[in-house]
């Protein structure tokens, strides 16, 4: 019997979180049936031997080579047998029925490609889980312009959005059928569940947000441990996206103002490192701020 929802999950030495989320997941829904799926990323905390003891039910895929966001989740929806087919970080806890209404959700709205689910952070508050299609001169000013969450938080019904994030996302099998499945030029990872809610829209699908699938996202559990080579890697995968979606002008544009943003900004941190001095904070921010200026050029 095909079920109804197809989860792919990839982890890369976050057994600690890995585990409760999994948990959660079953724990959490209650009216449709649950394919799922861990591809175990090249850990080296035995997390595919824990896994399959711990859930026997879940099949798990193990890397030898440690592989990007997208061709680890292309394996997953390449033989996932679902209805709907999910994108979920190892780094969320499901809240009580978060699954069952986003898969009810899809089957109601049949002109829904994607739904995204709304996501916490630990403490409850609001997390951006949704975006507007990126500018490539108000992303290189300031990125977070492009998201505006704290606006719906309060939002009672699904909602329609540009695109959401990767971190919780339920996609229509016929969507993939249509617009085929993520980018890897996008690994190893960023901007491709952006540039995937692109296909989609452009496909004539719509994308919803679900006020109602709370889903707790830790954030970045295993980028923050490379913070500078994070920060190059957002940059350099929004310059592809621009260049793939708007053509090579909007890529140089981009380029180009924030370059001049970011030594803005950079003379910034330096007068404020100047004048209050040892806030470690400050430093780090100025040392950021250096670092992307002197790898623009090769972005």
């Keep these: 019997m095909q079920p109804d929802?197809?989860?792919?999950?990839?982890s890369s030495d976050n057994l600690n979180l890995l585990l409760p989320c999994l948990r959660s997941a079953f724990e959490g829904t209650h009216e449709i049936s649950l394919e799922v799926y861990v591809v175990d990323n090249a850990s080296m905390d035995n997390t595919t031997e824990v896994v399959k003891a711990t859930f026997p039910q879940v099949t798990v895929i193990r890397n030898e080579v440690r592989q990007g966001f997208s061709t680890n989740n292309n394996m997953v929806l390449h033989q996932g047998r679902g209805r709907y087919l999910m994108l979920l970080n190892d780094d969320t806890m499901i809240q009580d029925s978060a699954l069952d209404h986003m898969v009810e959700f899809m089957d109601a709205q049949p002109r829904a490609?994607?739904?995204?689910?709304?996501?916490?952070?630990?403490?409850?508050?609001?997390?951006?889980?949704?975006?507007?299609f990126p500018h490539p001169m108000v992303e290189a000013v300031w990125p977070v312009l492009n998201w505006y969450h704290h606006t719906v938080e309060q939002a009672d019904h699904p909602f329609e959005v540009d695109s959401v994030h990767g971190a919780a996302m339920l996609v229509r099998r016929g969507v993939i059928n249509r617009v085929g499945l993520l980018d890897t030029a996008f690994d190893p990872i960023y901007s491709e569940e952006v540039d995937w809610c692109y296909r989609i829209k452009?496909?004539?699908?719509?994308?919803?947000t679900h006020p109602q699938a709370r889903i707790i996202h830790y954030g970045g559990q295993t980028m923050n441990r490379i913070m500078p080579r994070k920060y190059e890697l957002l940059l350099s995968h929004r310059m592809l996206y621009f260049r793939?979606?708007?053509?090579?002008?909007?890529?140089?544009?981009?380029?180009?103002t924030l370059g001049l943003s970011t030594?803005?900004?950079?003379?910034?941190w330096t007068l404020i490192d100047v004048l209050q001095g040892d806030r470690q904070a400050i430093k780090e921010k100025r040392k950021l701020h250096w670092y992307i200026l002197k790898r623009l050029p090769s972005l």
């Design 5 to 10: 929802l197809t989860v792919s999950i990839i």
């Design 113 to 132: 490609g994607a739904v995204g689910g709304f996501l916490l952070n630990p403490d409850g508050s609001s997390q951006p889980a949704f975006a507007r």
């Design 202 to 208: 452009q496909a004539g699908w719509q994308i919803y």
């Design 244 to 256: 793939k979606h708007a053509g090579r002008w909007a890529a140089d544009v981009y380029r180009v």
């Design 263 to 268: 030594a803005v900004k950079l003379v910034c």
